[in-house]
Antibody, heavy 120, light 107 residues
Framework: QLQLQESGSGLVKPSETLSLTCDVSGGSIIRGGYSWSWIRQPPGKGLEWIGYIYHNGITHYNASLKSRVTISLDRSKNQFSLKLGSVTAADTALYFC????????????WGQGTTVIVSS | DIQMTQSPSSLSASVGDRVTITCRASQDISIYLAWYQQKPGKVPKLLMYAASTLQPGVPSRFSGSGSGTDFTLTISSLQPEDVGTYYCQKCDSAPWAFGRGTKVEIK
């Protein structure tokens, strides 16, 4: 059974870079067909898809965040990561990682989420 | 990019009522739509994908329909445990996107 767990910096200063990692257990991060996503949810608001990386390393990002986002895979650690640069208070949110076995099947496994606050 | 519009933004219904939530895509997405349920303080849960395919374990009172640009999520008999916010998500080619959510409450 696949399990995901987010970790990373919970407090980030404005203009700095937010860095989060999602540890994957119960399966390989390079299993064929899988995509690995980051989603965020500002306090009291809805879900925003940030981007995903395929098992083969190909990435796709939300256009509104594309200039600031990098998602990468670490095959040796079976994890994937999110970096979001030049953060502002608007980036304060609960950040989730999630997986999808095939692009059309939705995201069926989610991490518990990690809160990131942008503040000086 | 394709935008996803959900309606209503919130609803209040009685236990046993039939509830319908609508999701509209700004362009044709075929059947590549997923629905999620997020209970208060919890992680989103995938209810169904490909517009109408239920995830294992999801109660049969949930159903989905639609294709192209117009989709619906129906709860045939609302239960107290169905309280939460429901999101649609386009899951065809990237970029993906969520609707803004529909908050379901018990009257």
């Amino acid at each position: 059974q696949l399990q995901l767990q987010e970790s990373g910096s919970g407090l980030v200063k404005p203009s700095e870079t937010l860095s989060l990692t999602c540890d994957v257990s119960g399966g390989s991060i390079i299993r064929g067909g899988y995509s690995w996503s980051w989603i965020r949810q500002p306090p009291g608001k809805g879900l925003e898809w940030i981007g995903y990386i395929y098992h083969n390393g190909i990435t796709h990002y939300n256009a509104s965040l594309k200039s600031r986002v990098t998602i990468s895979l670490d095959r040796s650690k079976n994890q994937f990561s999110l970096k979001l640069g030049s953060v502002t208070a608007a980036d304060t949110a609960l950040y989730f990682c999630a997986s999808s076995p095939r692009y059309f099947q939705g995201m069926d496994v989610w991490g518990q989420g990690t809160t990131v606050i942008v503040s000086s | 990019d394709i935008q996803m519009t959900q309606s209503p933004s919130s609803l209040s219904a009685s236990v046993g009522d039939r509830v319908t939530i609508t999701c509209r895509a700004s362009q044709d997405i075929s059947i590549y739509l997923a629905w999620y349920q997020q209970k208060p303080g919890k992680v989103p849960k995938l209810l169904m994908y490909a517009a109408s395919t239920l995830q294992p374990g999801v109660p049969s009172r949930f159903s989905g329909s639609g294709s192209g640009t117009d989709f619906t999520l129906t709860i045939s008999s609302l239960q107290p445990e169905d309280v939460g916010t429901y999101y649609c998500q386009k899951c065809d080619s990237a970029p993906w996107a969520f609707g803004r959510g529909t908050k379901v409450e018990i009257k």
